[in-house]
């Protein structure tokens, strides 16, 4: 089936540091993926689409200057927190949909993100 | 705009007991529905997926039902393990292609 991996699954920045995560679809290629955020004991919130070779469109509220999204490749979409700072904990999950197979959503394994 | 509402928002029961869980969503316009489980600190695991077409679907213990025009959807799930212990996410895709709207969840404790 469809595999989405995501890396890192946790990281540990300085405060006002840039942090980059990946997500990659494995065995299929995806001109769409999503970003969401997740904070403890709630559901996920979309942040951003990100498209192949295009910009991305990000949600009401989120800032694009802070949350970079970068979909260079047909299996590879960015996520980078810039100048990050201790609100910006929380845990990102990208997902992609390999629309050959008519499956749903994948989803990635998440990265755990702590600003100290 | 679309809202997905699950209850309850959270359920403990004991191993061996059949449980329902409830997803409701405001606009019946959909192209598929998706049930999900999420572990503590984990991504999300694909349960079942039930296009608009479809009424049901099952898999192993699970069974999921999609009734469209009254804009809901259940979960069952057949004699339950302390292992069904997560949190369960349904989430519908308006039209193909486009981002998920997830409920709140149910949080699922199963005591042995």
């Known amino acids: 089936g469809a595999v989405v991996s995501q890396h890192p699954s946790w990281v540990i920045c300085k405060s006002g540091t840039s942090v980059k995560i990946e997500c990659r679809s494995l065995d299929f290629q995806a001109t769409t993926m999503f970003w969401y955020r997740q904070f403890p004991k709630q559901s996920l919130m979309l942040m951003a689409t990100s498209n192949e070779g295009s910009k991305a469109t990000y949600e009401q509220g989120v800032e694009k200057d802070k949350f970079l999204i970068n979909h260079a490749s047909l299996t590879l979409s960015t996520l980078t927190v810039t100048s990050a700072h201790p609100e910006d904990s929380s845990f990102y999950i990208c997902?992609?949909?390999?629309?050959?197979?008519?499956?749903?959503?994948?989803f990635g394994s998440g990265t755990r993100l702590t600003v100290v | 705009k679309q809202e997905v509402t699950q209850i309850p928002a959270a359920l403990s029961v004991p191993e061996g007991e059949n449980l329902v869980l409830n997803c409701s969503f405001t606009d019946s316009a959909i192209y598929n529905l998706q049930w999900f489980r999420q572990d503590p600190g984990k991504g999300l695991t694909s349960l079942l997926l039930?296009?608009?077409?479809?009424r049901e679907q099952t898999s192993g213990r699970l069974n999921a039902s999609l009734d469209k025009s009254s804009g809901r959807s259940t979960l069952y799930i057949a004699a339950s393990q302390p292992g069904d212990s997560a949190t369960y996410l349904c989430?519908?895709?308006?039209?193909?292609?486009?981002?998920?709207?997830f409920g709140e969840g149910t949080q699922l404790t199963v005591n042995p």
């Open positions: 997902s992609a949909r390999d629309a050959g197979t008519g499956y749903g959503y994948t």
């Open positions: 039930i296009q608009s077409s479809q």
């Open positions: 989430a519908v895709e308006e039209t193909s292609g486009s981002r998920l709207t």
